[in-house]
């Protein structure tokens, strides 16, 4: 079973529309989770950490289930800038690494 | 302030042949990190250093070693080139201490073709 499973979509969107990625991840004693973007043939970018709390920035909304091992982004008002591939991260046991998912392709069409 | 940076942007090699591959973390950065992303995947850990080092190692065989300098730039070495180690080579630094991962702040990577 790999560490960090998500669907790698493509998820197609009109401008506006709301989105949401989920991800399931394996290993009970993570620490450290994540949501990087990575836009085509580029180096993954942070777009925000995740806390069992929930986060918000802007229209990002990042939630962690620690008992169901399962995290989400959510994308609202979505944008053509917002096309990109977003994967999934979670910190190793070690936590000395990153474990990423495939990634999950979204494209915004206007 | 510059970002990571990673020597050189492409390379193409032949199968048996062996690679260098270079990296230097942003200053005061003194932990480095190397990933593999294979096209359609997400990258895969292959190193962690600090402080000169070695802290993690991924699923990776013998072949792929790596280095940190004192001044914190590191080297990866691949030997005995594949087809399969064909792909895009990141190299990540952060601030981390003594324990945890920070945020990762990654390089443009090294594209290798091996023929």
């Known amino acids: 079973r790999k560490e960090v499973e998500q669907d790698p979509g493509p998820f197609n969107v009109p401008e506006g529309a709301t989105v949401a990625f989920n991800c399931t991840y394996s290993?009970?004693?993570?620490?450290?989770f994540f949501w990087y973007r990575q836009d085509c043939r580029k180096e993954p970018k942070l777009l925000m950490s995740?806390?069992?709390s929930g986060n918000e920035d802007g229209r990002f909304t990042a939630q962690l289930n620690r008992a169901s091992q399962y995290i989400s982004l959510l994308i609202r008002d979505s944008k053509l800038s917002d096309s990109a591939t977003y994967l999934c991260?979670?910190?190793?046991?070690?936590?000395?690494?990153?474990?990423f998912g495939k990634g999950t392709s979204l494209l915004v069409t206007p | 302030d510059a970002g990571v940076t990673q020597s050189p942007t492409h390379l193409i090699k032949t199968r048996g042949q062996q690679v260098t591959l270079r990296c230097s973390p942003i200053?005061?950065?003194?932990?480095v990190s190397w990933y593999q992303q294979v096209l359609g995947q997400g990258p895969q850990f292959i190193f962690q250093?600090?402080?000169?080092?070695?802290?993690g190692r991924g699923n990776f065989p013998d072949r792929f070693s790596a280095r940190q300098f004192p001044n914190y730039s590191s080297e990866l070495n691949v030997n005995a080139l594949l087809l399969g180690d064909s792909a895009l080579y990141l190299c990540?630094?952060?601030?981390?201490?003594?324990?945890?991962?920070?945020?990762?702040?990654f390089g443009p990577g090294t594209r290798l073709t091996v023929l």
């Open positions: 991260v979670v910190s190793s046991n070690s936590g000395y690494a990153l474990n």
């Open positions: 290993n009970s004693a993570s620490q450290s």
């Open positions: 995740v806390y069992s």
């Open positions: 200053s005061g950065h003194k932990s």
């Open positions: 250093y600090y402080e000169k080092e070695e802290r």
């Open positions: 990540a630094s952060n601030l981390a201490g003594t324990s945890g991962i920070g945020e990762q702040f």
